[in-house]
């Protein structure tokens, strides 16, 4: 898709402060100024930025729902043999249940800082 000609110019008076505010906002989600407002004010967000954290945590999260996976295998295949299990699937479901949970709130992080008014 050809990228939108953008020819009219908007003018914006801020104090020194806020230009400053507004430009290391820009720098830390990689955007110029003019992205950075046209993200906050006609898309109403800015890019999701994951933390190196988050990101990790994510991942392991996803290691632990894989080995949940494999012990309710596990437990399946045992009981089908006819050997004895005792386990609460009822536990072992809600904790997959918690993993996921958490692993999409942590893939829904947003750390970008809003601009507040100081009004």
Do not use: H
Request: with cysteine.
């Amino acid at each position: 898709m050809p990228k939108k000609r953008r020819n009219i110019k908007f003018l914006i008076c801020l104090t020194p402060q806020e230009k400053e505010q507004v430009r290391q906002m820009a720098a830390e989600n990689s955007l110029t100024m003019a992205e950075l407002f046209r993200a906050k004010t006609i898309k109403n967000r800015l890019p999701r930025r994951v933390t190196k954290v988050a990101g990790q945590t994510y991942w392991e999260l996803g290691k632990i729902g894989n080995n949940l996976n494999q012990i309710a295998k596990a437990i399946n295949t045992s009981v089908l043999m006819g050997e004895p299990v005792v386990v609460d699937r009822g536990l072992l479901e809600q904790v997959r249940n918690l993993v996921r949970q958490v692993r999409r709130e942590i893939a829904e992080i947003d750390l970008v800082t809003e601009i507040q008014d100081e009004a």
